[in-house]
């Protein structure tokens, strides 16, 4: 029986995926329903991981702030993109706010300070964060770092003691 072109479409690939092609990571729940999941990373600020690539230096998570305030002041030399998914945050630098449903794209090398205002319950952005983090002052002096692997750390000491197990952050990393 001759099979039809348009029912090739519906026909998945005929060959094997590259044997050194990392698994999928599929989250069904990316806002968690269990609150272990979301990793403190200081005073009502956590994040949900949910891709740590060490082998390529950056990560994605979800950012969750419940307080008003400076989160941080930080500069990257790499791209970093977001998606805020609840509330509004902006950047004392600029005149923008990012809404619900903005996107926002950080160029390298740019220095901000995220500011979430008091009208603001609950923030959740989706970031993808390509390198370092540094932390700075408002002069530029070097206050700290995160990267990759530093948020690995954060991940396995919280999933241990809250106890998922240390290797729960397993699952997310590539």
Not at 17 to 29: D, F, K, N, R, S
Not at 59 to 84: A, D, E
């Amino acid at each position: 029986m001759p099979v039809k072109a348009d029912d090739h479409q519906r026909m998945p690939y005929q060959y094997p995926q590259p044997a050194e092609a990392a698994l999928e990571i599929v989250e069904p729940h990316a806002l968690p329903q269990d609150e272990r999941i979301w990793v403190p990373q200081a005073e009502n600020v956590d994040f949900r991981p949910l891709c740590l690539n060490v082998s390529q230096g950056y990560w994605v998570n979800l950012l969750r702030v419940r307080k008003s305030g400076v989160l941080s002041r930080h500069r990257h030399p790499n791209p970093v993109h977001g998606m805020v998914l609840k509330g509004k945050w902006r950047y004392l630098e600029h005149d923008w706010v990012a809404t619900e449903g903005s996107y926002v794209y950080e160029p390298p090398g740019e220095t901000h300070t995220l500011v979430v205002d008091e009208d603001v319950e609950e923030m959740i952005t989706l970031f993808q964060v390509n390198g370092v983090m540094y932390y700075v002052d408002p002069w530029g002096k070097h206050l700290g770092f995160e990267d990759v692997f530093t948020k690995v750390d954060m991940c396995r000491k919280h999933y241990e003691s809250c106890g998922l197990g240390r290797d729960y952050v397993d699952r997310f990393i590539r």
